[in-house]
Nanobody
């Protein structure tokens, strides 16, 4: 079955860095566009970054451009999000997702940035 398992979240100070990972299984990872979303309590999920199947095209939310980098390793079926220069407003649960006829989500990983 399809599984997306995020990891790498944690507590970091303002200006720090974290790298999130999303291990995918149960589908042909290399064929699908992958995205990272984030959500804070009481707000809708926000698209953070998207990477197309070959990894050559990426898109970012304006709020993270220049600070976050999405990447993928199709040989390892893994999606990454390198987050640098973190700000308190980046605090959220981060989810990886892909559309396989319906949206598939991982369980999320908490990122907390202290001021």
């Amino acid at each position: 079955q399809v599984q997306l398992v995020e990891s790498g979240g944690g507590l970091v100070q303002t200006g720090g860095s974290l790298r999130l990972s999303c291990a995918a299984s149960g589908f042909t990872f290399s064929s699908y566009t992958m995205s990272w979303y984030r959500q804070t309590p009481g707000k809708e999920r926000e698209l953070v970054a998207t990477i197309y199947s070959t990894g050559g095209t990426t898109n970012y939310a304006d709020s993270v451009k220049g600070r976050f980098t999405i990447s993928r390793d199709n040989a390892k079926n893994t999606l990454y999000l390198q987050m640098n220069s973190l700000k308190p407003e980046d605090t959220a649960v981060y989810y990886c997702t892909t559309f396989l006829g319906l949206w598939r989500w991982g369980q999320g990983t908490q990122v907390t940035v202290s001021s």
